[in-house]
């Protein structure tokens, strides 16, 4: 669980990547979040974003080696 400033506890939501570095998180509530993308040997990417309702969100990224 997170505990997030207003002290509300939430689970984050967590995937995997497939073959070709595709993932998808599903039925996510409109709102407030925070992405983050890790992989060994890489270093993390990060970025707040807000989802409004009904919203299909694509995101590309290239993550940079440490």
Avoid: W
Avoid at 10 to 18: E, I, K, L, R
Avoid at 29 to 36: F, M, N
Avoid at 53 to 63: G, Q, R
Wanted: hydrophobic residues 40%.
């Amino acid at each position: 669980m997170i505990r997030m400033n207003d002290g509300l506890e939430v689970s984050p939501a967590v995937t995997n990547t497939d073959d070709i570095g595709a993932y998808m998180l599903e039925q996510l509530q409109a709102g407030d979040y925070v992405l983050r993308i890790s992989s060994p040997g890489f270093r993390t990417y990060e970025i707040a974003l807000y989802l409004p309702s009904d919203f299909e969100c694509k995101i590309a990224t290239h993550l940079k080696k440490e």
